[in-house]
Nanobody, 126 residues
Framework: QVQLEESGGGSVQPGESLRLSCVTSARTFRNSAMAWFRQAPGKQREFVAA????????RYGEFVRDRFTISIDSSKNTVYLQMNGLQPEDTALYYC???????????????????WGQGTQVTVFS
């Protein structure tokens, strides 16, 4: 069974930063592209960022505008989301997701991610 465990959420003031972490098993990490999504109350789930298995490729949601960076640490089987310049509209439950793929450089489409964590809450005060 694939398990993804997020951490690092919290409550911050506008303009502050947070770093989210998602740890998984070595097998899942080795075989999967990873991503972050978010869902605010009353809204649909939204793509935030994805990184390829190799870590060399990444793509971001349009709203990110160079504020967020996704990265991986292979030694820790962990994917990170560094979020800078947080704003109240970034308030949401942030989910880690994984997609098993043989392509080390491939960036999956949003609807291809089949494994999900439970989420970590990010709240930015208005």
């Amino acid at each position: 069974q694939v398990q993804l465990e997020e951490s690092g959420g919290g409550s911050v003031q506008p303009g502050e930063s947070l770093r989210l972490s998602c740890v998984t098993s070595a097998r899942t990490f080795r075989n999967s592209a990873m991503a972050w999504f978010r869902q605010a109350p009353g809204k649909q789930r939204e793509f935030v960022a994805a990184v390829s298995r190799s870590g060399a490729g990444a793509r971001y949601g349009e709203f990110v505008r160079d504020r967020f960076t996704i990265s991986i640490d292979s030694s820790k089987n962990t994917v990170y989301l560094q979020m800078n310049g947080l704003q109240p509209e970034d308030t949401a439950l942030y989910y880690c997701a994984a997609h098993e793929t043989p392509g080390s450089w491939r960036l999956p489409e949003d609807d291809e991610f089949e494994y999900w964590g439970q989420g970590t809450q990010v709240t930015v005060f208005s």
